[in-house]
C-alpha cells in the first residue's frame, strides 16, 4: 500500500512538474506574414476573420469600425488582452505599406538601420527611449519604445519583400516585465515566406533607400484603435451603472444590479465574468472575456 501511494505520489509531482503548453494559433497576416497568437488569451483579428465575427461583437464592436480601422491604419492584424484586476488593454497591430524600394531589412547594416529609425522617430517628436536591433529567425528587426499621445509605444520594424512592417503595441500605462514578455514571445514566433529572388536597388546609397522605405513604414504611433474603444465603453459603463445603481451601493465596492458581483474587480455580466486574477473570461477558459 504504501508502494502505491508512493508512484502516485511522484505522478502528482510529474503532473505538476510539466511546463505549461501555450496555447498559439496560427494567423495569416498577408501573403508573407504569418504569426501565433495565444487566442485563449487575446481577441485576434485580421482582415479576413472580421466577418460575422461572435468576438467583435462580444466587444460591441461593428464590422464596419473595425473593417474602416484596417483600412485607415494599413493595418492587416490587430489584436487585444483585456487585464481584469487593472481593466487595463494591451493592444498589438500589424501595419505594412510598400517599402520604397528596399526589399529586405537584412540586407543593412545594424547602425544603417538604427540611425534612420531614430531620425525619423526624433522628427516626430516621439523621442524614443530605447532603440535597438532585434535579429530573430533570420528576420532583422529595429525595436523602439517610446510614447505618443498618451500611449506607451513597443514597435518592431521589420522590412521583407519589399514591404516595410511595423508590428506596434500600445498600452496606456507603462509596460511591464509581463507585457514584453508577452509581446517578444509573439515577435519570435512571426515567419515570412522570403522572396529570395528580390534584389536590392542597385542605384543611390544604401542610407537614403532605407531612409525613404522607413518613412513610409513608421506609420504613426498610438493608433487608438480597439483598446481606444474598449477603454470608453468602460468608463461609460462605470458611469452608468454608477448613476443607476446609486442607492443601491452595498459597501462591498460594487454594485448589485448588472453589476459588480462580489466587491472584488470583477463584472457578473449575464454570465460574462471575471473567472481569474488577470484576465477578462468568455468562454469558461479562465483567461479572458
Known sequence: M???KQLVLLFVIGILLLPTLVKASSFEVDENMYVEIDDTLWYVFTRNNIADNEELEKLNITYEYMNNFFERNHAYLD????YKNTNDVLELSVRRVAAGGATNSSNYSDEEFLDIIKENLTNKNENPSVVEIYERNGYKYAYAEYVDQGYYIMDYYVIINGYSYTISTQKAKAFDADDKAKIKAIIDSI????DTSMKEPSKGGTGEIVKKALIGGLIGGAIGGVSALIISATKK???NNMNYNQNQYNNMNGYNNNYYSNGNTGYNNNGNYYNNNNYYNNNNNNNRY
Not at 489584436?79 to 483585456?82: K, P, Q, T, W
Request: no cysteine; aromatic share 8%.
Open 2 to 4: 504504501k508502494r502505491v
Open 79 to 82: 489584436a487585444v488582452l483585456l
Open 191 to 194: 515567419s515570412f515566406n522570403v
Open 237 to 239: 459603463k462605470k458611469v
